[in-house]
C-alpha cells in the first residue's frame, strides 16, 4: 500500500515508521524542505533500536528505511496513495487549506486523516467537497511505541471511511479505539485529563508531592492499566465481576465526586511547587536524554507485552 506523511515533524516521522515498518511505502512531504533529511536522520538512529528488542518483525534497519522516498512535491508526495496522514500545526486555519488541499490532490479513493490532538474534524472539513473520506488519526506519540490510535469520524465521515481507517491502522500493528462521534478532547485526552486535573489538585491542595503522585500511577496503577483498562480492572476486581464492584465500591467515589468539582489553574502557583519538584528530580538540561531513557524503556515494554501475550495469553 502507498501512503503518504503531510508534514514531517515530530508526529509524522513517527508515523512514517509504524508504516514502514508494515511493509507500506511511505512518501513524506513537509512545507520546510530541512524537515525532510531531518526525519530521515532521527528515523535512521531509531530503526536499530527498534530491531534490538525484536520490534521490526525480524526487518533489518536498511530495509524499513528504504520503504521512505523524501518528495519536494505535495502532489508528487500524494500520487497514487491509499492513505495519507496530515501531521500540520495544530491551528484551525492551516488544516482547512491543506484539507483542501489534499482532497483536490489526492486519488479520490484516498482516506485522509489527521493527527491532530485537539481539533474536531468537523471545524476543518466541513467545506471539503471530499469531506466524508476525511476523519482523524490520533496517535499517542510515539505510534511505533505505543498502539492506541483514536479513529475519529467527522459529521460527515463516511462509515466506509472510518472502517478503511482501523483496519489500516490494525495492519500497522496500531490498536484503533473507533468513535462513534466527534467530542472535546476526543477519548484519550478526556481520560489523562481527568488525571492530571486530580494531579495537579492534590499537589496544590498540600495532599501530596509531585513525586508521590508519580509513584501511585508508576507503580501502582500502571501496572495494572499497562495490559488492561479500567472496565477490565474493576471487572477482575471484585468475586461477581464489573456490577458486584460498583454495588460494592460506587459510595467512595460518590464521597470523593463534590470535591473534584473545581479546577486548579495548571500555570498558577502550583506550577512553581510542580517544577521545582520536578526540576530536583531531573535538572532541565537532562530532559532530551530522559526522553531517550523513556522511547527506550517504552520499546522494552512494548516488546515484553507481545511475549507475554505470546507465552500467557492476549
Not at 508526529?11 to 513524506?28: D, M, N, P
Not at 535512521?44 to 512535491?73: I, M
Not at 478532547?185 to 495537579?200: K, S, T, V, Y
Not at 512553581?272 to 532541565?284: N, S, T
Request: net charge negative; hydrophobic share 45%; charged share 25%.
Amino acid at each position: 500500500m502507498k501512503t503518504a506523511i503531510v508534514g514531517s515533524g515530530f508526529v509524522g516521522r513517527a508515523w512514517a515508521i509504524s508504516f514502514a515498518r508494515a511493509g507500506h511505502e511511505v512518501a513524506l512531504w513537509d512545507a520546510d524542505p530541512a524537515a525532510l533529511p531531518a526525519a530521515l536522520d532521527y528515523i535512521a538512529t531509531v530503526l536499530p533500536n527498534l530491531a534490538a528488542e525484536g520490534l521490526l518483525g525480524g526487518q533489518e534497519p536498511g530495509a524499513v528505511l528504504a520503504r521512505l522516498r523524501p518528495t519536494a512535491e505535495l502532489a508528487e508526495a500524494l500520487a497514487e496513495v491509499d492513505h495519507v496522514q496530515e501531521n500540520t500545526p495544530e491551528r484551525v486555519e492551516v488544516k482547512r487549506q491543506v484539507f483542501q488541499d489534499l482532497d483536490a490532490l489526492a486519488p479520490p479513493g484516498a482516506v485522509l486523516a489527521s493527527s491532530t490532538s485537539a481539533l474536531l474534524p468537523s471545524r476543518f472539513v466541513e467545506h471539503v467537497p471530499g469531506r466524508a473520506r476525511c476523519l482523524v488519526c490520533h496517535p499517542i506519540n510515539p505510534p511505533y511505541l505505543v498502539p492506541a490510535v483514536e479513529v475519529c469520524p467527522s459529521p460527515w465521515t463516511a462509515p466506509e471511511t472510518v472502517a478503511r481507517a482501523a483496519d489500516f491502522m490494525r495492519g500497522c500493528g496500531q490498536a484503533p479505539l473507533v468513535m462513534k462521534r466527534e467530542i472535546e478532547g476526543f477519548i484519550m485526552n478526556r481520560l489523562q485529563g481527568a488525571l492530571l486535573e486530580e494531579a495537579f489538585r492534590l499537589v496544590a491542595d498540600g495532599v501530596a508531592g509531585v513525586e508521590d503522585v508519580d509513584i501511585g500511577l508508576r507503580d501502582g496503577l500502571a501496572l495494572r492499566w499497562s495490559f488492561m483498562g479500567p472496565f477490565e480492572t474493576i471487572d477482575l476486581n471484585a468475586p461477581g465481576g464489573v456490577r458486584d464492584y460498583a454495588a460494592r465500591y460506587q459510595g467512595i467515589y460518590e464521597a470523593i465526586f463534590p470535591s473534584v468539582q473545581r479546577r486548579v489553574d495548571w500555570t498558577g502557583p502550583v506550577m512553581d511547587a510542580v517544577e521545582a519538584e520536578r526540576a530536583g528530580q531531573l535538572p532541565r538540561d537532562a530532559l532530551d536524554e530522559r526522553q531517550r531513557w523513556r522511547d527506550r524503556r517504552l520499546m522494552a515494554l512494548l516488546a515484553h507485552k507481545r511475549r507475554a501475550a505470546t507465552d500467557i495469553g492476549q
